[in-house]
T-cell receptor, first 113, second 112 residues
Framework: GAGVSQTPSNKVTEKGKYVELRCDPI?????LYWYRQSLGQGPEFLIY????????DSGLPNDRFFAVRPEGSVSTLKIQRTERGDSAVYLC???????????FGQGTRLTVV | KQEVTQIPAALSVPEGENLVLNCSFT??????LQWFRQDPGKGLTSLLL?????REQTSGRLNASLDKSSGRSTLYIAASQPGDSATYLC???????????FGTGTSLTVIP
């Protein structure tokens, strides 16, 4: 596609539920990032993929968070047993290589009630 | 850990003014620095990317500079327009950990 696509754009879920957030990167981009942004803050790193493998998952806050990229393209961020503190905008970005320009999607706004 | 600071946090200027946004970072071991624009409720739009070996990049009315040794970057916006109103974020891409570190942004309002 022309840009990074994230679905859904908005997600409201009840505390304790499981959610999946999807990211379609720019075609051919091998690097994929997930970030989380709270109101009034800059994005915070969650995880980085190079191809199919998670090269750096040091930003995942705890083991309720998990992400996959099985075919080196689409990625899914999975959150188990959601908590109200998980409410934020989840941003995905891709780039053609490690040190090239990164392009972000429009984000998924997650609200846990 | 890399710390990125953006000053000022908010800025309001009349239309037509030239302005400078500042970004500072603590660790100079970076691949590159990227400036983004974020409109309310939206994702990030890439404005300019400066590689660590470069001193500046220009795109239209925007000019970004990088002084890696002093840990500073500036984004210069010429002849500001109301449509420039947004939050501007800088991000540094570090050697280790393969991640971008973001500042908290500068919220710009250009008054018609």
């Amino acid at each position: 596609g022309a840009g990074v696509s994230q679905t859904p754009s908005n997600k409201v879920t009840e505390k304790g539920k499981y959610v999946e957030l999807r990211c379609d990167p720019i075609s051919g981009h091998t690097a994929l990032y997930w970030y989380r942004q709270s109101l009034g803050q800059g994005p915070e790193f969650l995880i980085y993929f190079q191809g199919t493998g998670a090269a750096d998952d040091s930003g995942l806050p705890n083991d309720r968070f998990f992400a996959v990229r099985p075919e080196g393209s689409v990625s899914t961020l999975k959150i188990q047993r959601t908590e109200r503190g998980d409410s934020a905008v989840y941003l995905c970005a891709s780039s053609s290589n490690l040190n090239t320009e990164a392009f972000f999607g429009q984000g998924t706004r997650l609200t846990v009630v | 850990k890399q710390e990125v600071t953006q000053i000022p946090a908010a800025l309001s200027v009349p239309e037509g003014e030239n302005l400078v946004l500042n970004c500072s970072f603590t660790d100079s071991a970076i691949y590159n620095l990227q400036w983004f624009r974020q409109d309310p409720g939206k994702g990030l739009t890439s404005l300019l990317l400066i590689q660590s070996s470069q001193r500046e990049q220009t795109s239209g009315r925007l000019n970004a500079s990088l002084d890696k040794s002093s840990g500073r970057s500036t984004l210069y916006i010429a002849a500001s327009q109301p449509g420039d109103s947004a939050t501007y974020l800088c991000a540094v891409h570090i050697y280790t950990g393969n991640q971008f570190y973001f500042g908290t942004g500068t919220s710009l309002t250009v008054i018609p």
